[in-house]
């Protein structure tokens, strides 16, 4: 007996303020990724609570002497490895330069705090009112309670058990199921906008002269100056982590598809399609 026919057909998948303020927050980040590298350069290690103490960094990207050879060093906790040419140390063979991050990974290239600063807070107010638009206008529009929120069924350790072995095994919902997130997407969605994005905004803020002077409260938040700027810095590479995954996700997915439904808004899915 053969199969029944299938038809693909194109569902709606977007509204214009997703797929405006997405685009918005692409561009943002990648600006905030790399203007914030070049801050971080300028003092390429963390610490916890109010105070930097230089000898006894958390977390270090540093240039080294050892055994005889300079070398560029990550330090996190008790781990140190070597990352000569990436982390600590990099540049041209011949005229490499101790820095935190490569030339290529910040904005601007060369060493320029004054710039990477300016570059950094605009696109910082520009990614924190484009984050507002789009709360709100998915609250008004339905998109959190219609699309965001997991359903009952999809919390069942089962079903959660289930999609994680099937993403593992890159397998996605086809046909009518492709039409709403799975839990994985929608779970993992929320915690980036409720809680990941938050604390990068806040932290952020809590860092800022002007607010620590108006609000000496805000950094105590966080346990202290130093641990703010490393929050921040661990919550901004999570959500690096999560775009990252994303795109991954897109393109094993489906390219043409995912991309075609975050431009205009359809989404094809084939309906009478077999599991």
Request: hydrophobic fraction near 50%; charged fraction near 15%; aromatic fraction near 10%.
């Amino acid at each position: 007996m053969s199969d029944p026919p299938s038809a693909e057909v194109l569902v709606h998948r977007h509204a214009l303020v997703t797929r405006a303020t997405h685009w918005i927050n692409l561009l943002a980040m990648l600006v905030l990724l790399a203007s914030g590298l070049q801050i971080f350069n300028a003092h390429p290690a963390l610490y916890w609570g109010d105070a930097s103490v230089f000898a006894e960094p958390w977390a270090a990207l540093q240039a080294k002497a050892l055994g005889g050879e300079r070398v560029g060093v990550t330090k996190i906790g008790d781990i140190t490895l070597r990352t000569t040419g990436l982390f600590g140390l990099s540049g041209e063979p011949g005229a490499q330069e101790a820095r935190g991050f490569p030339a290529w990974a910040t904005l601007p290239g060369y060493r320029d705090l004054a710039s990477g600063r300016r570059w950094h807070f605009f696109f910082a107010w520009l990614f924190a009112l484009n984050g507002l638009v789009y709360l709100v206008g998915n609250l008004v529009n339905g998109h959190f309670k219609r699309d965001l929120l997991p359903e009952r069924d999809q919390l069942k350790p089962r079903h959660l058990l289930h999609e994680i072995v099937e993403h593992a095994r890159l397998r996605f919902p086809k046909g009518e199921e492709a039409r709403r997130y799975n839990a994985l997407q929608k779970l993992t969605y929320l915690a980036v906008i409720f809680v990941l994005l938050p604390a990068m905004v806040a932290t952020g803020l809590s860092m800022a002269p002007g607010l620590n002077a108006a609000f000496p409260w805000l950094p105590e938040l966080f346990g202290g100056r130093q641990s703010a700027r490393t929050l921040h810095f661990i919550s901004a590479g999570l959500i690096v982590a999560f775009v990252v995954v994303h795109v991954l996700m897109v393109l094993v997915s489906g390219p043409i598809n995912g991309l075609r439904s975050m431009i205009t808004g359809r989404f094809a899915i084939r309906v009478g399609a077999q599991p």
